[in-house]
């Protein structure tokens, strides 16, 4: 089993829904999560970062961590077409020198 | 602008051959990472360093070699390319060692081995 298990869709969804994104994972001692969101033929960018447990919010996106059930989630509200990317999570145990892990990416496509 | 940049972004190159890309942040960031991304596997870490001589082995290290003789600078180096190693692969740096550091990502070379 992977480490990090993330369904690499494809998702479509038309404008406006609002879009789920999860990843599974099986390491208890992850503790920070992230977010990154990449555009065909790009380099990852950073989305949303958070530590532990709990709910974070930047604008139209909201990340949820629960570690409790090994299982963190992004939500975009009024998603829009430029929102269409693949989506990666990414995890690692302690301070910023280490390594990620990654899950595999979800690829989004939002309809106009 | 600070930025990360990498090169070549796009190579060809046959079995056995050496090859090496190029990396270059100017942020003035200790770390720096080397990753490669499969269709099917995501991103996986193959060398890392935490700054001047200091080079460390990741997941997927066999094959490949770094150096850091500056701050700036972490080429990968393939020793002796393999079809299994055609891939894009992604420089990354960071700041320092706090826990809120984020790692930022460079563009990508998009390697084809024949």
């Known amino acids: 089993q992977k480490e990090v298990e993330q369904d690499p869709g494809p998702l479509s969804v038309p404008e406006g829904a609002i879009v789920s994104l999860n990843c599974t994972y099986s390491n208890s001692a992850f503790q920070y999560f992230m977010w990154y969101r990449q555009y065909s033929r790009k380099g990852p960018e950073l989305l949303m970062y958070t530590y532990s447990s709990g709910n974070k919010e930047d604008g139209r996106f909201t990340a949820q961590v629960d570690k409790s059930s090994k299982y963190i989630s992004l939500f975009i509200r009024d998603s829009q077409p430029s929102d269409s990317a693949t989506y990666l999570c990414a995890m690692r145990e302690g301070r910023g020198a280490d390594g990620l892990t990654f899950g595999k990416g979800t690829h989004l496509i939002i309809q106009p | ?114």
């Open chain 2, 1 to 114: 602008d600070a930025e990360i940049t990498q090169s070549p972004r796009h190579k060809i190159t046959e079995t056995g051959r050496q090859v090496t890309l190029a990396c270059h942040q100017t942020w003035n960031h200790n770390n720096m990472f080397w990753y490669r991304q499969d269709l099917g596997h995501g991103l996986r870490l193959i060398h890392y360093s935490y700054g001047v001589q200091d080079t460390n082995k990741g997941e997927v290290s066999d094959g490949y070699s770094v150096s850091r003789s500056n701050t700036e600078d972490l080429p990968l180096t393939l020793e002796s390319a393999a079809s299994s190693q055609t891939s894009v692969y992604f420089c990354a740096s960071s700041k320092q060692s706090g826990v809120w550091d984020t790692q930022y990502f460079g563009p990508g070379t998009r390697l084809t081995v024949l």
